[in-house]
C-alpha cells in the first residue's frame, strides 16, 4: 500500500450534493447554498488569474531583491561584529532577511504562486529555500497534504505536528503533559522540527512510508543541513575571523535563525491554532464538494490584523484564510481577495476569525497549556457556532425577503 493510495494529494470531491455532516457553523447552508458560494469563490479565483502582470511581476523581483540586499548587508556587517553595535546590526538585517525569504518569498514561491512568470528563478520546481527541511520534502508534507486535508483528524499531521496536543478531539497521552515544554523548545528551533516532521517518521512507523523513502529523504535533509551549516555557522564566521568577529558574528547568525523560527512559527499557530479555528472529523469530508472544501479551509484557519508591514512580513500568511482558500495566488493580492471572502462569510453566515497577532499568539499558547491536561471538551466541527446562530436562515431565504 502506498502513501498516495492513503493520502492523495488532491481533494476528491464529489460533483454535487454534499457530506453527510456540515460543520456546526455551517450546518444551515443547503447544498444549493454552498453550491453558489463555492461558484463565487472560483470567479473571484479566476479573476486574480486573468488580471496577473508586470504589476506583481514587478513586486515579487522588488521583494527578493530588498532580500537579498538585507541578507548581503547583515552578513558583511556581521564581520565587523566585534563591535556590539555591528552585531546588533548585522543580526537585526539578517534576521529580516531571513523572515523575508522564509515567509514572502520561500513559502510562496513554492506554493507555486509565481509559477506563472516562467522564470526559472522564481519557480517552485527550482527554489531551494533558506531552510533546513528540503524544498521538495515540505512540498509534499505541506502543499499536497495539509492543504488538501486542513484541520481533518487523523489526516492533517499539522495538527500538533505529530507532537503536540492541539485538539481535544485527540486522545491524551501522558507524553502531553510535557505541551509547553516541547512548543517552547519548538519555537526557537522551529525549522528543525518541521525537518524532522517532514521525514514522515509516523508514517514510517505505520507502514505507510517505504523504508527506501526514509532512507532517500534522510540524505536529501543531510545534504540540505550540511549546506545550511556551511553558510551560516562555518562561512561567515570564518570570514569574520580577520577582523576579530569570529566568535560574535557565529552568535549573530545563530539568533537570526532563532528570531526567524520563533517569528515564523508565532505566524504558524496565529493562522491555525486560535479559538474560533475548526477541526473535522474525517466522516465530515465524505461527500465533500467544491464548496465544502473552500468552507473546511475558511472554518479551519484565521487571519491577523494589522498593517502592511505586518502582513509582508508574515508571508502575508495574515491572510490565512485566503491563502487556504486559494495557496496558489500570488501573496501581495491576498489584501484584495480578503475584503471579498469576508462580505461572502458576513452574507453566507459565516464566521471570519481574525484578530491582533498578540491575541491570536496568546490564544494558541493557551490551548497548548490547556490541552496538556486531560480531558476537554471535542470541537471537531464546532468552533464559530455561536457566532453564526445568528444568522442560521439560508442566504437564499434572506434574499427573499430583502
Known amino acids: 500500500m502506498t502513501i498516495t493510495a492513503i493520502r492523495p494529494k488532491k481533494p476528491i470531491l464529489a460533483p454535487t450534493g ?62 565587523l561584529s566585534r563591535r556590539k553595535s555591528a552585531l546588533v546590526a548585522g543580526t537585526a538585517m539578517l534576521s529580516v532577511a531571513k523572515i523575508l525569504e522564509n515567509m514572502e518569498i520561500g513559502h510562496n514561491v513554492l506554493h507555486g504562486q509565481w509559477d506563472w512568470m516562467r522564470d526559472p528563478d522564481i519557480h517552485s520546481s527550482t527554489w531551494e529555500w533558506d531552510f533546513v527541511s528540503p524544498a521538495a520534502a515540505w512540498k509534499h508534507t505541506h502543499n499536497d497534504l495539509h492543504h488538501t486535508w486542513t484541520n481533518v483528524l487523523g489526516k492533517d499531521k499539522d495538527v500538533g ?45 505505520e507502514g505507510e512510508k517505504p523504508t527506501k523513502d526514509v532512507v532517500r529523504d534522510l540524505k536529501a535533509t543531510g545534504r540540505k543541513i550540511v549546506r545550511q551549516f556551511t553558510k551560516d555557522y562555518v562561512a561567515t564566521p570564518a570570514a ?21 523560527n520563533v517569528w515564523a512559527h508565532s505566524v504558524i499557530f496565529c493562522g491555525h491554532f486560535p479559538d474560533g479555528v475548526d477541526t473535522f472529523t474525517e466522516a465530515m469530508i465524505e461527500g465533500e464538494t467544491r464548496g465544502d472544501w473552500y468552507i473546511r479551509q475558511m472554518l479551519g484557519s484565521a487571519n491577523i490584523s494589522g498593517s502592511p508591514l505586518l502582513h509582508l512580513m508574515t508571508g502575508n500568511l495574515s491572510h490565512q484564510i485566503e491563502h487556504h482558500v486559494f495557496p496558489d495566488l500570488p501573496s501581495n493580492r491576498y489584501a484584495e481577495v480578503a475584503v471579498k471572502m469576508r462580505e461572502i462569510c458576513e452574507r ?32 471537531a466541527g464546532t468552533a464559530g457556532t455561536a457566532r453564526a446562530s445568528a444568522r442560521r436562515a439560508s442566504p437564499a431565504a434572506i434574499a427573499a425577503t430583502a
Open 348 to 379: 453566507y453566515g459565516l464566521p471570519y476569525t481574525t484578530g491582533p497577532m498578540y491575541r491570536q499568539v496568546g490564544q494558541a499558547w493557551a490551548k497548548v497549556f490547556r490541552l496538556a491536561l486531560p480531558g476537554g471538551k471535542g470541537t
Open 240 to 260: 569574520a575571523i580577520p577582523f576579530g568577529g569570529g566568535k560574535n558574528a557565529l552568535i549573530g547568525t545563530f539568533t537570526a535563525n532563532a528570531i526567524r
Open 18 to 79: 454534499g457530506p453527510t455532516v456540515r460543520p456546526a457553523a455551517a450546518a444551515h447552508l443547503t447544498d444549493a447554498d454552498v453550491e453558489r458560494l463555492g461558484t463565487e469563490l472560483d470567479a473571484i479565483r479566476d479573476e486574480i488569474l486573468a488580471s496577473r502582470g508586470a504589476k506583481d511581476a514587478a513586486y515579487i523581483r522588488r521583494v527578493i531583491k530588498v532580500q537579498r540586499t538585507l541578507e548581503l548587508a547583515g552578513r558583511a556587517t556581521l564581520l
Open 161 to 205: 505536528y505529530s507532537t503536540l496536543r492541539m485538539s481535544a478531539d485527540q486522545p491524551w497521552k501522558p507524553v502531553n503533559i510535557l505541551n509547553p515544554v516541547i512548543n517552547g523548545v519548538l519555537a526557537p528551533f522551529f525549522e528543525w522540527g518541521i525537518a524532522l516532521y517532514d521525514l514522515e517518521l509516523e508514517a514510517w512507523r
